[in-house]
């Protein structure tokens, strides 16, 4: 051993000796990477470990101050020896995101596994979420035998809601098949007492629908529909009421706050799946499409819709008139530029993209829709929105004008209102009172105000600023025909 080394773990054996508990150590760590000694902190931390080796407190401390200063491995390190057990769950998550942000996603994955096998949380534990995440990371990576067990984990676990998202995105043959050899398991899971019968039975539904057997699918649908609550109470008689209203857009435009906030009104029945997402489904019968919607006693009054926001994207307006040929049509838009943002950031987080946004949104991608005319942007339009994926699905799902045009030529202007998700976010009560008065029903008294979901992404990010000024450019016209046709504007102050 060098003079240099001895004299170094002598010096910090005198420090732990004069420590009278480990609360101090990090403090002395912190104290020592201030004067530029980072090695000697690091070696003082693994001593600490050595005298204070049954201190979970410790190695978890030990472990954030590790992760701040990028030491990632050796942060791990000190999980692994015991410090998990005394890190909470949001603090896990922080710094698995982190992990991920800068690429080491084995390391972040295991992470997230150190935290769900750790025996020491409380029995009331949700470890859902946890199991979400660890899904997400495998399907980044194409592991999907583990990307399945993980999914499995979440709906079997817990409440967790975003595992039906990534349920409904698993569509390979081998996904598919995977999901179904668990149904049985999931069956089981519904039946037992305080589960979550009404989210399985979704996810049941959806696994037999991807496969293919509507039959099984809507039996599903019902039994979650009659464990479901409207106003308070169960409705599991008479025949479910045929939909008055369809939300039919816009993705990441706050239909879901906006559709949920309507629901409040006293005569408005939710659907129970906020998006059916049944028109445009060739395969789909209609007694699995009613199964959505409640049933009503007889001598009951109100009324029902959905909002599936990708409706506005495909030529569905023949099937809509046929099926439901007195609904109404309501679509709720977005300033365009920071809707493709918030579709991204939504492919993101699901892994459905994984590339970074200044490649997703390359020059190229804007390059392609230039110099097109309107009929040609039209075409695109709903060839996107069909499942074209030449295009940018991002960039084009903000061409409203030239999805609305069609809309507005197949039915009657008076079946169609516009709104934006702007001017719902500025005042809520007066959006849904003109919701209100579209559909007939008298007007509400002042409803619990929801927040609109926009989704998350860092307004702030460096990528986004430098991205938005571009997307702006690229939507100027479209945003002026929507005025000068539609008279429809964005505040983008809201």
Not at 352 to 360: H, S
Not at 377 to 406: D, M
Not at 427 to 455: M, S, V, W, Y
């Amino acid at each position: 051993m060098s003079a240099t080394t001895s004299t170094s773990r002598n010096r910090i054996g005198n420090w732990l000796l004069k420590l009278k508990g480990n609360g101090r150590a990090i403090d002395k760590a912190k104290w020592l990477i201030d004067k530029g000694n980072r090695d000697e902190a690091l070696q003082f931390l693994d001593h600490s470990a050595e005298v204070f080796a049954g201190c979970s407190k410790l190695k978890s401390e030990a472990a954030n101050f590790l992760f701040r200063l990028g030491e990632f491995e050796a942060a791990v390190e000190w999980l692994r020896r015991g410090g998990i057990s005394n890190m909470d769950e949001a603090t896990v998550f922080r710094w698995s995101r982190k992990l991920e942000r800068i690429g080491d996603l084995q390391l972040a994955i295991e992470l997230l596994h150190l935290h769900v096998e750790n025996n020491d949380h409380p029995p009331e534990h949700d470890p859902s979420e946890a199991h979400f995440r660890l899904a997400r990371l495998y399907r980044i990576l194409g592991d999907v035998d583990r990307n399945i067990e993980h999914v499995s984990q979440c709906l079997e676990t817990g409440n967790y809601p975003n595992v039906l998202s990534m349920i409904c995105s698993l569509r390979s043959d081998r996904e598919k098949s995977l999901l179904l050899d668990r149904v049985e398991n999931f069956k089981r899971v519904a039946e037992l007492p305080g589960h979550y019968a009404i989210r399985i039975n979704f996810a049941i539904s959806d696994i037999y629908k991807h496969n293919g057997n509507y039959e099984q699918s809507a039996i599903h649908l019902g039994k979650a529909r009659d464990e479901f609550e409207w106003k308070g109470q169960k409705l599991t008689e008479g025949k479910p009421i045929k939909p008055s209203f369809l939300i039919i857009g816009t993705m990441k435009s706050g239909t879901t706050g906006f559709y949920h906030t309507l629901c409040q009104h006293p005569h408005v029945y939710e659907s129970v799946r906020k998006e059916a997402r049944f028109f445009g489904n060739l395969e789909a019968s209609k007694d699995w499409y009613f199964a959505h919607f409640p049933r009503l006693p007889e001598g009951q009054s109100g009324i029902t819709g959905e909002a599936t926001p990708n409706y506005y994207t495909l030529d569905i307006h023949e099937q809509i008139q046929h099926t439901l040929p007195d609904a109404k049509l309501i679509c709720l838009m977005r300033d365009p530029a920071t809707r493709a943002i918030s579709q991204y950031y939504h492919g993101l987080r699901h892994g459905a993209i994984k590339r970074p946004i200044e490649k997703f949104f390359s020059e190229n991608v804007f390059e392609e829709l230039s110099g097109k005319s309107d009929a040609e942007l039209e075409t695109i339009a709903y060839q996107v929105g069909a499942g074209n994926l030449s295009f940018n699905t991002s960039l084009v799902f903000g061409l409203y004008v030239h999805y609305l045009r069609k809309w507005f030529r197949k039915f009657d202007p008076n079946r169609i209102l516009l709104l934006t998700l702007e001017e719902f976010s500025s005042n809520q009560n007066a959006t849904i009172t003109k919701a209100c008065d579209f559909l007939g029903l008298d007007r509400p008294e002042p409803l619990e105000l929801t927040k609109p979901h926009k989704g998350i992404y860092d307004a702030d990010d460096e990528a986004v600023q430098r991205l938005l000024p571009r997307l702006q450019e690229f939507y100027e016209r479209p945003n002026r025909l929507l005025f000068e046709e539609f008279g429809i504007q964005f505040d983008t102050n809201h």
